[in-house]
């Protein structure tokens, strides 16, 4: 069965770093696009950045964009997301996702807390 863990998050200073991993099982990975969404308390999950399966197209919104940075390395089955200049805004779970086009079915990882204060 599909399975997406992340791993990475904690508490980190503003302006400080973090790098997020996502280990993925379960499916023919490098044919897939993958994507780190967040969600804040109170607020709608968002998306923060998408990489295309050979790793050679990626997108980020703009309040990220600039400090965040995607990542995959498909001989390990693993997405990485760089978090640079970490704002308290930041603050959030973090998920890894993606979307099978042949159960039609989203894919979630259990999240990762990313907690940015002083």
């Known amino acids: 069965q599909v399975q997406l863990v992340e791993s990475g998050g904690g508490l980190v200073q503003p302006g400080g770093s973090l790098r997020l991993s996502c280990a993925a099982s379960?499916?023919?990975?490098?044919?897939?696009?993958m994507n780190w969404y967040r969600q804040a308390p109170g607020k709608e999950r968002e998306l923060v950045a998408t990489?295309?399966?050979?790793?050679?197209?990626?997108n980020y919104p703009d309040s990220v964009k600039g400090r965040f940075s995607i990542s995959r390395d498909n001989a390990k089955n693993m997405v990485y997301l760089q978090m640079n200049s970490l704002k308290p805004e930041d603050t959030a779970v973090y998920y890894c996702?993606?979307?099978?086009?042949?159960?039609?079915?989203?894919?979630w990882g259990q999240g990762t807390q990313v907690t940015v204060s002083p």
């Open positions: 996702y993606t979307f099978s086009r042949v159960t039609l079915e989203d894919y």
């Open positions: 379960g499916f023919a990975f490098n044919t897939y696009r």
């Open positions: 990489i295309s399966s050979t790793g050679g197209s990626t």
